[in-house]
Structures are given as structure tokens and as C-alpha cells.
């Protein structure tokens, strides 16, 4: 009896050893063909495009540029028109100091804020507003440098006042946004009355230090924009497998800061487009068969906007979505070489975290593979959180246990140490085991994320990324 136990404890054993060390080859085969070239050309197409907002003309170009990308690749796809929405077009601004000369050039990298009203030429004496001053009529006629974060409210005190043009550089962080602006935006309203410029760090001290000093200063601005009604458009591209049932590989098309967001999200784009283009080319050429789960690669319109519609389009077949791979900001990291998987603070997220942790283990410190990886507790803040039943509640749709999860190599604009869900530590991960820092972007929601600072930099991010999905793909779907 117990030697027929040990033959069949001994099948068992082998026979995973097999399927593993047999899908090796498949794997290895993948990764080779993922292309930084080809992720790196998609950013760059993108970013020219412009902010590629949901609903507006950069936006509606770019569902173009990834609905031709998916059907080159052979895949079907469909593109998904959601509701109309107020969006706001930036199609051009000037802001210079006039006086005094010695400063025409200092201003650069600013960027307007999205839902500012058109303005024509107009030259106004600049006057401050301290972080803790009141709001007063002496402002009238004035522009206004504040350190401040313009709330709505703030905004109200400022146009009754008669002031006729906002200069934020908020957060005023050495440390942060030194030479590029932190984009914020107004209300979402087609009624404001003045502009706001976002300025860098660099640029808001230095006129503050004239202001200061008592130095006259004169700027002159003008701004034409378009705040509109326009439909976000979502591109739904699938690759058919022998079950209805699918993978949802998903990134946020537009910027969503406003901005030109190379890294958020541009290169989760291009993730996605090369995925797509990689499994295609390898069933295609007999590498790989018809997988066993279907695979549906989706660029959102607008991030979370987009999601919620997609959602609410599909909330009688949310139960064949058998798991969400997000991919949000994998182009940069300003401290570390690290691949993360979020959220292992699910209970419902264990068996699909447990494949991306021993992808992480796995391949960490081999030719062409990531430094560091770790799955890491939620934080919030993306697309992937749409489909997790609190937030299925809110949207008032069946609730649905959906794994979802978000694939990224940078968060938010400085860097974040928080504790690891215990039972979580990845022999990946070359940090502290009872705590995951998460690495930054430089340039998060700024006026330079563009390729030259983010993706171009770093271009092994993207094909991380990709290389981490699509192995745990092949071990999911095939």
C-alpha cells in the first residue's frame, strides 16, 4: 500500500514538474519577442497626439491609432462609444513676464489647466497671494501667484475679487516638480471665468522672490481653448479561445492628468498593444494553439469614466470576466527596478497573485528580466478598482467577485513605504519583508512626462511588463 502511495505521490510530483518546466519554452519563446522598439515607437505616436482626453480630438485620434494597431496584429475589434461628457480642449496658451526684461525667458514648462476659459492677449501687473491671506478687492485687475492649491472655493474668492488670471505653483516642493508644473485642473464647467497656468517650482520661487523684494512684475497671458460636449470611446480588441470566459488586459488611454503622459499612461498603452501583438503573431505562426480562455485586450477611453461604462454596458456577463490585468504607469521608477502586483490584500485576489508572485520569483535578475518584483496591498487610485464589488455596488450592477489587479513600475509622485500583507514577502523583493516601497515617477501628472524623461529612459519597464502578463497568461489561459 505504501509503495502504490509514493508511485502516485511521485506522478503527481512529476507530472507538475513537467507542466511547468514544459511550458518553459513557450514562455522564454514569448519573451524574446516582446519588442522595446515597438513599445517605445507607440509612446512617442501617442504623446504626439496630444493629452488624448475621452471625447476629445487627440482622444478620438488615439482610438484610432490603437484600433488599427489591434487589427494589424489580426485580432478583431470594436470600439465602444460611452455617454457624452463635458471635455475641455487646450489648443494653445502664452504666458511670459513682460516686466522686468531681464525675466522674458524665465517661464517654461508651465501648462494650462484644463477647463480654463479662452482669453485673449492681456497683460496684468502680478501681485501674490500668501499661503494663509485672506482674498481681498486690492487683487482686482491683478494676475495672482499662489503656492496655494486652487480649490473651487478659492477659484470664487479669486474671480470676485476681479483677479484676471491665476499662477499656481502648488506644491511648492523643492524636492518636487523643480523644473516642471504639477497639472491641476478647474472644475469641470464650461462657466469659469479666468485661466489657471500651472508653474514648476522653479519658476513660482523665483517670481515670489522678486514679488518679495518689491520688484514691479507684469506678466502677459492669453489662452484659447473649447469646453464641449464629446463621447469618451473605448477599443475592445479580443483574441478568441475555446471559452467564452476571458482575461481582461487592460490600460487608461488618455492622460488623465491632462498633461502629455508618456508614462501615465502611454506606455501602459503600448503594454497592451505589444501583448496583444506578440500572442497573436505566435498562434498565427503555430507557436501556440487556441488558448483555453478567451483574452480581451481593452484601452479605456477615459480611465475611470470609461471602465465604469464598460461595466455597466457588460453587467449581465461581468461573471465571465475571470480576472482583470491593469496595466497603469510601467514606463519609469525614479528609486528602484521593480515590477509590482497590487492588490494581495484581497482574499478573492490569492490564487491569481500566487502565479504573478512565482512569475516575480521566477524570473528576477535573469538576462532581459526585472530587478525586483513583490505583490504589494491595495492602494487605490486606477482602473482595476472599478470592478471590485464595493465599487459594483455603487455603479448599481449584479455584484461580482472579480479578481483585478494592477501591473505597474511607479506610483504617484514621491516615494511610499507601507506594510506587506503578512504572508506576502517575495523572494523577489530585495527590501525590508515586512514593508514594500513603491517606487515614483519624477514626472508624475506634470507637464514633462513626455518620452524624453520617462519612457525613453527606461524602456525595459514596458517589456517587464509585458514579458510578467504574458507569462502568467500562458499559464492561465493556455
Given at each position: 500500500?505504501?509503495s502504490?502511495r509514493?508511485?502516485?505521490?511521485?506522478?503527481?510530483?512529476?507530472?507538475?514538474?513537467f507542466?511547468?518546466?514544459a511550458?518553459?519554452?513557450?514562455?522564454?519563446a514569448?519573451?524574446?519577442?516582446?519588442?522595446?522598439?515597438?513599445?517605445?515607437?507607440?509612446v512617442r505616436?501617442?504623446?504626439?497626439?496630444?493629452?488624448?482626453?475621452?471625447?476629445?480630438?487627440?482622444?478620438?485620434k488615439?482610438?484610432?491609432y490603437?484600433?488599427?494597431?489591434?487589427?494589424?496584429?489580426?485580432?478583431?475589434t470594436m470600439?465602444?462609444?460611452?455617454?457624452?461628457?463635458?471635455?475641455?480642449?487646450?489648443?494653445?496658451?502664452?504666458?511670459?513676464?513682460?516686466?522686468?526684461?531681464?525675466?522674458r525667458?524665465?517661464i517654461?514648462?508651465?501648462?494650462?489647466?484644463?477647463?480654463?476659459?479662452?482669453v485673449s492677449?492681456?497683460?496684468?501687473?502680478?501681485?501674490?497671494?500668501?499661503?494663509?491671506?485672506?482674498?481681498?478687492?486690492?487683487?482686482?485687475?491683478?494676475?495672482?501667484?499662489?503656492?496655494?492649491q486652487v480649490?473651487?472655493?478659492?477659484?470664487?474668492?479669486?474671480?470676485?475679487?476681479?483677479?484676471?488670471?491665476?499662477?499656481?505653483?502648488?506644491?511648492?516642493?523643492?524636492?518636487?516638480y523643480?523644473?516642471?508644473?504639477?497639472?491641476?485642473?478647474?472644475?469641470?464647467?464650461?462657466a469659469?471665468a479666468?485661466?489657471?497656468?500651472?508653474?514648476?517650482?522653479?519658476?513660482?520661487?523665483?517670481?515670489r522672490?522678486?514679488?518679495?523684494?518689491n520688484?514691479?512684475?507684469?506678466?502677459?497671458?492669453?489662452s484659447?481653448?473649447?469646453?464641449t460636449?464629446?463621447?469618451?470611446k473605448?477599443?475592445?480588441?479580443?483574441?478568441?479561445?475555446k471559452?467564452?470566459?476571458?482575461?481582461?488586459?487592460?490600460?487608461?488611454?488618455?492622460?488623465d492628468?491632462?498633461?502629455p503622459g508618456a508614462?501615465?499612461n502611454?506606455?501602459g498603452?503600448?503594454?497592451?498593444?505589444?501583448?496583444a501583438r506578440?500572442?497573436?503573431s505566435?498562434m498565427?505562426?503555430?507557436?501556440l494553439?487556441?488558448?483555453e480562455k478567451?483574452?480581451?485586450?481593452v484601452?479605456?477611453?477615459s480611465?475611470?469614466?470609461?471602465?465604469e461604462?464598460?461595466v455597466?454596458?457588460?453587467?449581465?456577463?461581468?461573471?465571465?470576466?475571470?480576472?482583470?490585468?491593469n496595466?497603469?504607469?510601467?514606463?519609469?521608477?525614479?528609486?528602484?527596478?521593480?515590477?509590482?502586483?497590487?492588490?494581495?490584500?484581497?482574499?478573492?485576489?490569492?490564487?491569481?497573485?500566487?502565479?504573478?508572485?512565482?512569475?516575480g520569483?521566477?524570473y528576477?535578475?535573469?538576462?532581459?528580466?526585472?530587478k525586483?518584483?513583490?505583490?504589494n496591498?491595495?492602494?487605490?487610485?486606477?482602473d482595476?478598482?472599478?470592478?471590485?464589488p464595493?465599487?459594483?455596488?455603487?455603479?448599481?450592477?449584479?455584484r461580482a467577485?472579480?479578481?483585478?489587479?494592477?501591473?505597474?513600475t511607479?506610483?504617484?509622485n514621491?516615494?511610499?513605504?507601507?506594510?506587506?500583507?503578512?504572508?506576502?514577502?517575495?523572494?523577489?523583493w530585495?527590501g525590508h519583508p515586512d514593508?514594500v516601497?513603491?517606487?515614483?515617477s519624477?514626472?508624475?501628472?506634470?507637464s514633462?512626462?513626455?518620452?524624453?524623461?520617462?519612457?525613453?529612459?527606461?524602456?525595459f519597464?514596458?517589456?517587464w511588463?509585458?514579458?510578467?502578463?504574458?507569462?502568467?497568461?500562458?499559464?492561465?489561459?493556455?
Amino acid at each position: 500500500m505504501t509503495s502504490i502511495r509514493g508511485f502516485l505521490a511521485a506522478v503527481v510530483f512529476f507530472g507538475i514538474v513537467f507542466n511547468v518546466s514544459a511550458q518553459h519554452p513557450k514562455e522564454r519563446a514569448f519573451a524574446q519577442k516582446v519588442s522595446q522598439t515597438s513599445m517605445r515607437n507607440h509612446v512617442r505616436n501617442l504623446v504626439a497626439s496630444g493629452n488624448r482626453l475621452g471625447g476629445t480630438p487627440s482622444g478620438d485620434k488615439s482610438t484610432d491609432y490603437v484600433s488599427r494597431s489591434f487589427k494589424r496584429s489580426g485580432l478583431a475589434t470594436m470600439i465602444e462609444v460611452d455617454p457624452e461628457k463635458l471635455v475641455s480642449i487646450n489648443h494653445e496658451w502664452q504666458l511670459q513676464v513682460m516686466e522686468p526684461r531681464r525675466l522674458r525667458q524665465l517661464i517654461r514648462n508651465e501648462w494650462l489647466g484644463g477647463y480654463s476659459p479662452s482669453v485673449s492677449r492681456t497683460t496684468a501687473p502680478l501681485q501674490l497671494l500668501e499661503q494663509e491671506e485672506g482674498v481681498t478687492s486690492e487683487l482686482s485687475g491683478a494676475a495672482v501667484l499662489t503656492e496655494r492649491q486652487v480649490t473651487d472655493r478659492l477659484y470664487q474668492s479669486l474671480v470676485n475679487a476681479g483677479v484676471v488670471c491665476i499662477l499656481s505653483y502648488a506644491p511648492a516642493d523643492s524636492t518636487l516638480y523643480s523644473d516642471w508644473a504639477m497639472i491641476s485642473d478647474l472644475r469641470e464647467s464650461n462657466a469659469n471665468a479666468i485661466p489657471l497656468f500651472n508653474l514648476s517650482y522653479g519658476n513660482g520661487t523665483r517670481l515670489r522672490k522678486e514679488l518679495d523684494q518689491n520688484t514691479p512684475v507684469t506678466i502677459r497671458f492669453m489662452s484659447r481653448t473649447t469646453i464641449t460636449s464629446g463621447s469618451p470611446k473605448t477599443v475592445v480588441a479580443t483574441l478568441p479561445g475555446k471559452s467564452g470566459k476571458y482575461y481582461l488586459v487592460c490600460a487608461h488611454g488618455d492622460s488623465d492628468s491632462g498633461g502629455p503622459g508618456a508614462d501615465d499612461n502611454a506606455s501602459g498603452v503600448a503594454g497592451v498593444l505589444e501583448l496583444a501583438r506578440v500572442f497573436s503573431s505566435m498562434m498565427q505562426s503555430g507557436q501556440l494553439s487556441v488558448p483555453e480562455k478567451s483574452i480581451k485586450f481593452v484601452i479605456w477611453g477615459s480611465e475611470y469614466y470609461s471602465t465604469e461604462h464598460y461595466v455597466k454596458r457588460h453587467q449581465e456577463q461581468l461573471e465571465e470576466i475571470l480576472g482583470v490585468l491593469n496595466y497603469d504607469e510601467i514606463g519609469t521608477g525614479a528609486s528602484r527596478d521593480c515590477l509590482y502586483f497590487e492588490s494581495n490584500d484581497v482574499p478573492y485576489h490569492e490564487d491569481l497573485m500566487k502565479i504573478f508572485n512565482a512569475v516575480g520569483e521566477e524570473y528576477v535578475d535573469k538576462p532581459g528580466f526585472w530587478k525586483e518584483a513583490t505583490t504589494n496591498p491595495s492602494q487605490g487610485g486606477t482602473d482595476s478598482y472599478v470592478f471590485m464589488p464595493e465599487y459594483l455596488d455603487r455603479l448599481d450592477v449584479p455584484r461580482a467577485t472579480i479578481p483585478s489587479i494592477t501591473i505597474y513600475t511607479a506610483a504617484w509622485n514621491r516615494p511610499r513605504t507601507i506594510p506587506q500583507t503578512p504572508g506576502w514577502t517575495s523572494r523577489a523583493w530585495k527590501g525590508h519583508p515586512d514593508s514594500v516601497t513603491i517606487d515614483y515617477s519624477r514626472y508624475y501628472h506634470s507637464s514633462l512626462d513626455i518620452p524624453e524623461r520617462t519612457t525613453e529612459r527606461e524602456p525595459f519597464n514596458m517589456s517587464w511588463a509585458v514579458k510578467a502578463v504574458g507569462i502568467a497568461l500562458l499559464r492561465l489561459a493556455w
